[in-house]
């Protein structure tokens, strides 16, 4: 079978190594809109969907292994030999497991709010409140948020996965991402570290101050795998460490790019 490509946005500077962003769990590259066009002033940037996210492809199987090798193929069919790789969550284990298996493609690797280890499974209600939605039935938008809502009582999450539902003609709607895959591989995309490996490259881990998915004991086992690691603390954030305080974040995510 042919290779599948991921879907991207891709704000071309030729001339730059380009830099590859990659959305977490239940996102899509629309989420690193602003983002993507600030960093687009000083060098190439594509904005790309993981598989059964956003508008890529839907497989029936979704492991590290697999986003990795996403990545590669990526970068072979736009020609990139070399990439700047950036991934928050989910994707921030994408990026790291193919810096770890194909350590002479990525110049530097950046991971937003995540650590190579395994996590227990936190996602349930989500999963369960977005299993409750039937497309069957749903004459407008409002109704999924209503459903929604009656499982999940953060607003902010509740308006993040509403970017996902979108109709698939005039009287129907569903989600953009592969919801069977996602709740069927949930448990081995959580409670899974990345593959064992070495990554030499420069390395920033970027953490939320109010997040919690980065430890301070976590330091020491990122240290083994990305032995010139970097650890920042972004004030004022939580898990969604970019949206939640955008121009700090950007202005870290600079000053590595210029200055590793």
């Known amino acids: 079978m ?9 704000f071309a500077k030729p001339g ?22 600030k960093f687009s002033e000083n060098q190439e940037v594509h904005l790309i969907d993981l ?34 790789l950036l991934g928050h969550s989910l994707g921030g284990k994408a990026v790291m497991e193919c810096a770890i298996k194909h350590s002479d493609l990525v110049e530097k690797l950046l991971v937003v709010d995540i650590a190579p280890k395994a996590y227990p499974p936190h996602h349930q209600e989500i999963i369960k409140a977005l299993k409750s939605v039937d497309f ?11 459903i929604l809502s009656q499982y999940i009582h953060e607003t902010e999450v509740i308006q993040f996965l509403m970017k996902n539902v979108y109709r698939t003609d005039k009287n129907h ?17 959580i409670n899974k570290p990345i593959s ?5 490259g420069p390395t920033l881990f970027i953490s939320g101050e109010k997040s919690n998915y980065i430890l301070p004991e976590d330091e020491f086992y990122i240290r083994q795998q990305f032995p010139k690691e970097k650890l920042v603390i972004v004030s004022k954030a939580s898990h969604w460490v ?19």
Do not use: C
């Open 196 to 200: 064992f490996g070495k990554y030499e």
């Open 16 to 37: 730059t190594i380009p830099i590859l962003i990659f959305h977490g769990l239940f996102g899509m590259l629309d989420n690193w809109g602003t983002l993507g066009k």
């Open 242 to 260: 970019q949206a939640d305080n955008l121009n700090e974040f950007f202005d870290v995510v600079n000053d590595f790019l210029l200055n590793s």
């Open 51 to 84: 598989r059964n996210h956003g508008k890529s492809f839907h497989t029936e199987s979704m492991n590290y292994t697999e986003m990795s090798e996403d990545i590669v193929n990526y970068m072979n069919h736009y020609s990139i030999e070399k990439a700047i």
């Open 2 to 10: 042919e290779n599948q490509i991921l879907h991207s946005k891709i």
């Open 136 to 146: 069957s039935k749903i004459k407008e938008r409002k109704e999924v948020e209503n």
């Open 173 to 189: 709607f569903d989600f953009r991402f592969n919801l069977n895959t996602l709740s069927k591989d949930y448990n081995q995309l």
